[in-house]
T-cell receptor, first 113, second 109 residues
């Protein structure tokens, strides 16, 4: 079955540590996205990539970094520079056309203490 | 600025009909999406509207009025499994998705 997999589901880190969230898709989608979801707010775009070896900042890229070395993979690193890293992180992919719906992974809940 | 408004929470009864509204003010419009998200899970795609009118898909329908900046999601014959958050998202002139905060729908027996 095709899909998009995020791991781990829950992640705990100490303040000051970098942490990398995994996202893998086997849908053969060109475009991949990272969103952050906080209570009472809409999804906010962190980074997106429309093609391998290229990515763009979203609305809240500060304190985050990504790579897109393979079409299937789009890992997100939450660095110690991110002021409020505790959140629910969602990875998504799409065919990249304007009417293409996003397919989401099941999310990673990151808690930083 | 760009803005999507949805009610925070709604309650309905099993077997009934509920309408979830979404109003938007965005720089341009290239389509509106509705997603369903159960607590702690991934959002899943429900519908896409780019032209005015009603799109029906089984128990779910979605309506769009571009002149009014308004959409609604209509859920019929409500089931307990429909308890979830419903997210409205608009694609702006730069083909970026702007998301509403979501409407939490509670279904009571």
């Amino acid at each position: 079955d095709g899909g998009i997999t995020q791991s781990p589901k829950y992640l705990f880190r100490k303040e000051g540590q970098n942490v990398t969230l995994s996202c893998e898709q086997n849908l053969n989608h060109d475009a991949m996205y990272w969103y952050r979801q906080d209570p009472g707010q809409g999804l906010r775009l962190i980074y997106y990539s429309q093609i391998v070896n290229d990515f763009q900042k979203g609305d809240i890229a500060e304190g985050y970094s990504v790579s897109r070395e393979k079409k299937e993979s789009f890992p997100l690193t939450v660095t110690s520079a991110q002021k409020n890293p505790t959140a629910f992180y969602l990875c998504a992919s799409s065919m990249g056309r304007e009417n293409s719906p996003l397919h989401f992974g099941n999310g990673t809940r990151l808690t930083v203490t | 600025g760009q803005n999507i408004d949805q009610p925070t929470e709604m309650t309905a009864t099993e077997g009934a009909i509920v309408q979830i509204n979404c109003t938007y003010q965005t720089s341009g419009f290239n389509g509106l999406f509705w997603y369903q998200q159960h607590a702690g899970e991934a959002p899943t795609f429900l519908s896409y509207n780019v032209l005015d009118g009603l799109e029906e898909k089984g128990r779910f329908s979605s309506f769009l009025s571009r002149s009014k900046g308004y959409s609604y999601l209509l859920l019929k014959e409500l089931q307990m499994k429909d308890s979830a958050s419903y997210l409205c998202a608009v694609m702006d002139s730069n083909y970026q998705l702007i998301w509403g905060a979501g409407t939490k729908l509670i279904i009571k027996p």
